[in-house]
């Protein structure tokens, strides 16, 4: 499946001091892409934006704890019904819903903003 990056995505991958975190994120994100792994369905949340064609992966290296850091991603369909490319979207901690509302910005569907869609 073919793989893009909203922009920003790297920017946030970049912003991350923790090496190990952003390799988790990477590799996060090429199972995502190659089949190996799948989130779970975002909404669209009041307080947020509207995410409900977007998934989350929880994400950390470590896991003697709870998974610190989140990708936020969507899967983009060709003319047929079937997936054809997955968008990496945001990536960030999980502190204060933080990348979700980075993710909803980067769509333009942040809460007050227009849906790209319209």
């Known amino acids: 499946m073919k793989r893009t990056?909203?922009?920003?995505?790297?920017?946030d991958v970049n912003a991350i001091a923790d090496v190990d975190a952003r390799?988790?994120?990477?590799?996060?994100?090429?199972?995502v892409a190659e089949g190996r792994r799948r989130g779970q369905p975002l909404e669209n949340l009041a307080?947020?934006?509207?995410?409900?064609?977007c998934y989350k992966v929880y994400v950390d290296y470590d896991h003697t704890r709870?998974?610190?850091?989140r990708l936020v991603y969507r899967l983009i369909s060709g003319q047929r019904?079937?997936?054809?490319?997955?968008q990496?979207?945001?990536?960030?901690?999980?502190?204060?819903?933080?990348?979700?509302?980075?993710a909803a910005n980067r769509l333009g569907r942040?809460?007050?903003?227009?849906?790209?869609r319209d």
């Open 66 to 69: 709870a998974p610190r850091w």
């Open 5 to 11: 990056f909203l922009s920003g995505f790297t920017d």
């Open 47 to 53: 307080h947020v934006g509207d995410l409900s064609d």
């Open 23 to 31: 390799y988790a994120i990477v590799a996060a994100f090429v199972d």
């Open 88 to 102: 990496a979207v945001a990536a960030g901690r999980r502190q204060a819903l933080e990348v979700y509302r980075t």
């Open 110 to 116: 942040a809460s007050g903003q227009p849906d790209e």
């Open 81 to 86: 019904a079937e997936a054809v490319q997955v």
